[in-house]
């Protein structure tokens, strides 16, 4: 369980310094109270774009660790999964934003032209900029979807596997020698029948 949280964790703090080290900020200049930007739709977008590569891949890292637990994927193991996928989301979004408001990404963009501060000054209204936003609360989702999608896939390809290649790769086939196989008692010398 421990390895499990620990993981969990990793992949959140690894998803929110992703997306903040990927994801283009829009350029800021202060007006002397607080940091503003006029409005860049196309870096907002990018902005979610890559918050959903970010958590699609730690949401296929966490479909991967779903399948490879000891006792296999159960229904409980995928439902944690989903859950603590979107917790995760939830949280790396809350720290990438935390993070891209106190610090500049390396992807920030220059400082704004000296037309557009001389309109701040003049009072141009233009929206407060926090750094690193999710615009589209909808990209939330990706992360539990990439867990379903990675489960369902790895067990659809599973299912569809030949029986010869099951057989094949399982020491304990059907090959006359278990015990329990009627052939494999008659066989045995009587000697050593019960």
Request: net charge negative; hydrophobic share 55%; glycine share 10%.
């Amino acid at each position: 369980m421990r390895s499990a949280v620990a993981l969990w964790a990793v992949l959140v703090v690894v998803a929110a310094l992703a997306w903040w080290l990927a994801a283009p900020q829009p350029p800021v200049l202060t007006d002397g109270v607080r940091r503003v930007s006029p409005g860049e739709p196309e870096l907002l977008a990018a902005q979610d774009g890559w918050f959903v590569a970010v958590t699609a891949a730690a949401g296929a890292v966490g479909g991967l660790a779903v399948l490879r637990r000891r006792g296999g994927p159960t229904a409980s193991a995928v439902v944690v999964g989903l859950v603590a996928a979107g917790v995760g989301a939830v949280v790396a979004r809350a720290l990438g934003g935390a993070l891209g408001g106190v610090l500049a990404g390396p992807r920030r963009a220059p400082a704004l032209p000296a037309d557009v501060a001389d309109r701040v000054a003049e009072g141009v209204t233009v929206q407060d900029v926090p750094g690193l936003v999710l615009s589209a609360d909808v990209a939330l989702v990706v992360a539990p979807l990439a867990v379903a999608l990675v489960v369902v896939a790895v067990l659809v390809v599973t299912l569809l596997r030949s029986p010869a290649e099951v057989r094949a790769e399982d020491p304990d086939a059907d090959d006359g020698s278990a015990p329990d196989h009627p052939r494999a008692e008659l066989d045995r010398p009587a000697s050593d029948r019960p």
